[in-house]
């Protein structure tokens, strides 16, 4: 994990296959290692989230504070999963697979979407990255900051294209079970919805759920699917996604200014793509990648 | 089934005005101390904006 691996002084002039292959040892080199933060992540957000509620029920935590930290805990779901979608965390057959398919089931449900259909409609993203009709991402695509969040907002009312654009995805793939699984998925959230509020609970819901999970949709939105890919057209594998600097910084906007590097090789653990990236950077340029963090 | 089904999400912005949003503005409302005009509760002042808000939204296709 620890070797160094030496570019060239000039890559300009090294044939693609040389780019490559080095481009694949870098990405080897901070791949394959157990992702353990993203376990415990997922898992220590959920306990979080779930002792939220009995807390700001009986009164121990406020309920401000308590929404505050619901919208953390929302806008912390998606990654882990996402390291999940891409069996980061255990691939097919390995010893530790039932715990990748944990994760990602486990945790999914609290933004409201089975695991599977982040999975095969985020795999579809990267194969058809900012293609008109084939991205099920492609309406986050803005032409500014303050577009993408209304756009964000937008997307999500009942005649929001997104959500055509992810049932089309499934179905695409032959997964209509998906599609009804998400239609339960979303009555069912409603439902629970509902039995608070009449239950006298309506503020609880709405401030430790439904608010978050809208907060924190737009802001994974803006940073995961707008920002990286921003601007929409370009296409190719070069050239699809960006590498960026954030006024957030890298904890804020959650790895994403490295985002460039995920595309190039999902299987790179989240944590380890700013050192990949640096690494990498030399090849990346010389490859006419969009590279804009400086 | 999948009729039933259609019909249901067809009505989400009306079953989620009156279902949720109406109890979340009416207890709202009794956790600031306000009360509703024109000697209403503040229950069925909130179904009444709610659901003016839902029908709007499901005509609209949006709540924005």
């Known amino acids: ?294 | 089934m999948e009729h039933a089904l259609k019909l249901l999400l067809a009505s989400m912005p009306m079953i989620f005005a009156l279902g949720f949003l109406a109890p979340v503005i009416a207890q709202g409302m009794d956790a600031l101390g306000w009360s509703a005009p024109f000697g209403t509760t503040n229950l069925i002042f909130a179904l009444v904006v709610a659901g003016t808000l839902g029908i709007v939204a499901q005509i609209r296709g949006s709540w924005v």
């Open chain 1, 1 to 294: 994990m620890s070797e160094t691996i030496t570019l060239p002084s000039d890559l300009s002039s090294l044939p693609e296959k040389d780019l490559r292959k080095l481009e694949l040892q870098i990405a080897r080199k901070h791949s394959g290692m157990f992702p353990w933060e993203a376990v415990v992540w997922a898992f220590g957000n959920l306990v979080c989230w779930l002792a939220l509620w009995p807390l700001v029920l009986l009164d121990v935590v406020p309920l401000w504070l308590g929404f505050i930290i619901a919208t953390i805990n929302m806008s912390l779901v998606y990654l882990p999963t996402h390291e999940a979608q891409h069996d980061i965390i255990a691939r097919p057959g390995a010893k530790l697979r039932w715990l990748n398919e944990l994760v990602g089931h486990a945790t999914s449900w609290m933004i409201v979407t089975p695991f599977n259909v982040f999975r095969f409609t985020h795999l579809e993203h990267h194969k058809h990255t900012n293609h008109p009709e084939l991205d099920p991402d492609i309406t986050s695509n803005a032409d500014g900051p303050w577009q993408a969040i209304w756009q964000a907002i937008k997307q999500r009312q009942p005649n929001g294209k997104r959500s055509q654009d992810y049932l089309a995805s499934l179905q695409r793939q032959g997964r209509d079970d998906l599609v009804l699984m998400t239609i339960l998925f979303r009555l069912g959230h409603l439902a629970i919805l509902c039995a608070l509020a009449w239950s006298g609970f309506a503020l609880e819901a709405f401030f430790l759920w439904w608010l978050p999970y809208h907060i924190a949709l737009t802001y994974l939105v803006f940073f995961l699917s707008w920002a990286p890919h921003y601007p929409q057209p370009e296409q190719g594998r070069y050239r699809n996604t960006r590498s960026w600097m954030s006024k957030v910084g890298n904890i804020g906007s959650m790895g994403m200014q490295f985002h460039i590097v995920h595309h190039l090789h999902p299987y790179i653990p989240l944590t380890r793509t700013p050192a990949a990236y640096r690494e990498m950077r030399p090849i990346l340029e010389a490859r006419g990648c969009r590279l804009e963090d400086h």
